[in-house]
């Protein structure tokens, strides 16, 4: 569990990135913050692997002060995942999955073995191992990254906007990969995204942040798009937008869903 106690942090020289924020990451769920540029996702997240102290308030993880824990050992008790993968590039992807268990004391062959496992998990040919991270594609590259931030087992996995610089369709494989790999693995993720959809998709709890880290909503995606707290998450969300506004034609027999435009987005089960 992650705690975030009345988390403020104030850059010198600038307004608070994020005031007074409070929230509870319950373990093994996937809470997505979400917000446009500058709303303090990204300053959010690091407080909790301690690449950003807070100036005020405290992160606990399963009960304990982040700050009572060496940065460094934290770091590597917990899996991060970047937008731009942020692989070490003269390493092979088999090297850069192995680096923290290495680091750990964990022996280099059982750790190469083990980060060839993981390639096909995030699902990628063992082959791809003994490339270099320029060699591959940015879908590729972020599976490895996934593969990396998985690699010591860590409880917590932090990703920052992790799928945000690749084409929709590899995003969307990304994002089923990750379902897949999150019901079997139930960490506890911290996700942060501007994409609403990808945090509807992904979170169990979506948390709606406006500038200076501010909770405009949490809750669970239903929740959000039944129930908009004021304008602001409406129109975040699109709940008025044409296309999530759902209707049902009958065709042979059968109940289509089309959005507002008439196209269809699916048949309702019977
Ligand atoms: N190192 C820094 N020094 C000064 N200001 C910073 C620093 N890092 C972030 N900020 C400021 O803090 C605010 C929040 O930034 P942050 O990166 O946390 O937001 P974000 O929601 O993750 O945005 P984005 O989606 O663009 O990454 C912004 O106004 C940003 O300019």
Known sequence: MIEFETVSKTYPGHPAAVADFS????????????????????????????????????????GEDVRDRDPVALRRSIGYVLQHGGLLPHRSVIDNIATVPVLNG????????????????????????SRYPGQLSGGQQQRVGVARALAADPDILLMDEPFGAVDPIMRRELQEELLRLQAD???TI???????????LLGDE??????GGVIAQRGTPAEILGAPADDFVRDFVGADRAERELHTTEVDGRTIAVDATGRPVGVLAS
Do not use: Q
């Open 185 to 187: 693995l139930r960490k």
């Open 190 to 200: 911290v996700f942060v995204t501007h994409d609403i959809d990808e945090a509807f």
């Open 206 to 211: 979506v948390v709606v942040l406006r500038e």
């Open 23 to 62: 929230l509870v990451v319950p373990s093994h769920t996937t809470v997505v913050l979400v917000g446009s540029s500058g709303s303090g996702k990204s300053t959010l997240l690091r407080t909790v692997n301690r690449m950003v102290e807070p100036t005020s308030g405290r992160v606990l993880i399963d």
């Open 106 to 129: 964990v022996p280099k062959r059982r750790a190469r073995t083990a980060a060839g496992e993981l390639l096909e998990r995030v699902g990628l040919d063992p082959k791809v191992g």
